[in-house]
């Protein structure tokens, strides 16, 4: 199974300040329809998980532009520009290219 | 709009069978896979496999197979997930999720104690 290895797994962040979360997989997650299936999910307290990111860099609608999604190889990234009180949570990162779909540890972000 | 709402908590005593339905409106049920992930308590999310709503068929996660059982009524476009011979480890949050995990449903506690 890919494993895919987040860091940190705790992120203290100061309002208005960015943040970086790092999601390394363990093997390349290009499928061979030329797409990449990493997944970015936030999980408020109390609340389901919430997509923002897929295939590596695209935002979900409603999802504030101060997220965003990168790669280099196998190291995925999920950036905030600038937190905001209501980035408080835990966010996963996942990937879909190969079964089984496999998610990361999650990073909680707490101010 | 899309929405997908799943039944209520459940208490089971180990050894026990537990079926979790996810009722979806608001799209073509038929049209996207429906996963299922759980997440147990203060731990993080965990895949347990998928259902074609079309044709039925289904991927468990190897962890699972054997004990799980992935189905689907498409008149009333619900999915439905039974997890059997329970253990007090199963006690978790059952999630389904559509497709590309766009929408998610709001989770079915299901505690397992004696």
């Known amino acids: 199974d890919v494993v895919m290895t987040q860091s940190p797994l705790s992120l203290p962040v100061t309002l208005g300040q960015p943040a970086s979360i790092s999601c390394r997989s363990s093997?390349?997650?290009?499928?061979?329809?030329?797409?990449?299936?990493v997944n970015w999910f936030q999980q408020r307290p109390g609340q389901s998980p919430r997509r923002l990111i897929y295939e590596v860099s695209n935002r979900d609608s409603g999802v504030p532009d101060r997220f965003s999604g990168s790669e280099s190889g196998t190291d995925f990234t999920l950036k905030i520009s600038r937190v905001e009180a209501e980035d408080v949570g835990v966010y996963y990162c996942m990937q879909g290219t190969h079964w089984p779909w496999t998610f990361g540890q999650g990073t909680k972000v707490e101010i | 709009q899309v929405q997908l709402v799943q039944s209520g908590a459940e208490v089971k005593k180990p050894g026990a069978s537990m079926k979790v339905s996810c009722k979806t409106s608001g799209y073509s049920f038929t049209g996207y896979f429906m996963h299922w992930v759980r997440q147990a308590p203060g731990q993080g999310l965990e895949w347990m496999g998928w259902i074609n709503p079309n044709s039925g068929g289904t991927s468990y996660a190897q962890k699972f197979q054997g004990r799980v059982t992935m189905t689907r009524d498409t008149s009333i476009s619900t999915a439905y997930m039974e997890l059997s011979r329970l253990r007090s480890d199963d006690t978790a949050i059952y999630y389904c999720a559509r497709g590309d995990f766009d929408y998610w449903g709001q989770g079915t506690l299901v505690t397992v104690s004696s």
């Open positions: 093997q390349s997650l290009v499928h061979s329809d030329g797409n990449t299936y």
